[in-house]
């Protein structure tokens, strides 16, 4: 079964940090890549970031860019959220998704396998 399964979730003070990890069962993320996407309280799913397979090039929503910062370990099958100088405007619900296609993308419904999502907080 290809699973995602986020962690490193939870209540952190503005201008706090936090560690998203993305892990990945049954599938290989080598050949996806991947993104993270969030859902806020009566708003719209946006994507936040995105890393491609090809060659690890990345993406950003405006508003993160500079805080937040992607990654990959394929040898750990696992993709990474650092998030830095948290605002209480980032509190969401943080998924992950992986897409088959070497480029990466914001656009969800290109992405083939999501995560359950993790809660994170940010708040004093």
């Known amino acids: 079964q290809r699973q995602l399964v986020e962690s490193g979730g939870g209540l952190v003070q503005p201008g706090g940090s936090l560690r998203l990890s993305c892990a990945a069962s049954?599938?290989?993320?080598?050949?996806?890549?991947i993104g993270w996407f969030r859902q806020a309280p009566g708003k719209e799913r946006e994507g936040v970031s995105w890393i491609s397979s090809s060659d690890d090039s990345t993406a950003y929503l405006e508003s993160v860019k500079g805080r937040f910062t992607i990654s990959r370990d394929n040898a750990k099958n696992t993709a990474y959220l650092d998030m830095k100088i948290l605002i209480p405007e980032d509190t969401a619900v943080y998924s992950c998704?992986?897409?088959?296609?070497?480029?990466?993308?914001?656009?969800?419904?290109?992405?083939?396998?999501w995560g359950q999502g993790t809660q994170v907080t940010v708040s004093s």
């Open positions: 049954g599938f290989s993320l080598e050949h996806y890549s």
């Open positions: 998704a992986a897409a088959f296609r070497r480029i990466g993308t914001m656009t969800a419904d290109l992405y083939d396998y």
